[in-house]
Nanobody, 123 residues
Framework: QVQLVESGGGSVQAGGSLRLSCAVS????????MAWFRQAPGEEREGVAV???????DYADSVSGRFTISRDNAKSTVYLQMNNLKPEDTAMYYC?????????????????WGQGTQVTVSS
């Protein structure tokens, strides 16, 4: 059974940086797409970034140019480097995998999720 464990969240001031990690086990990591989602209180969960098994990455418009997704197949870990953080980036961040056909930015496209890590950005 696949397990995902996120880490690296915290509280930072606007303009700061954080690096999230998601360690995956019980899974053939290298052949799978990986994604990061986020959910703010009272809001729907939204796709932030995806990295395909072959390394191609895509981003939500709201984070493009500020966030970078990467993966280390040897460590079965996906990362999200977040720079120039803004208060509107405040949310619980989740990594996801076990993708089914559909748009990567839709939560229903992924069947396996981590427990989340909180990111809080103050102005």
């Amino acid at each position: 059974q696949v397990q995902l464990v996120e880490s690296g969240g915290g509280s930072v001031q606007a303009g700061g940086s954080l690096r999230l990690s998601c360690a995956v086990s019980g899974y053939t990591f290298s052949s799978r797409d990986m994604a990061w989602f986020r959910q703010a209180p009272g809001e729907e969960r939204e796709g932030v970034a995806v990295i395909l098994a072959g390394g191609y990455a895509d981003y939500a418009d709201s984070v493009s140019g500020r966030f970078t997704i990467s993966r280390d197949n040897a460590k079965s870990t996906v990362y999200l480097q977040m720079n120039n953080l803004k208060p509107e980036d405040t949310a619980m961040y989740y990594c996801a995998t076990n993708r089914v056909p559909g748009s990567w930015s839709v939560p229903l496209s992924f069947r396996s999720w981590g427990q989340g890590t909180q990111v809080t950005v103050s102005s």
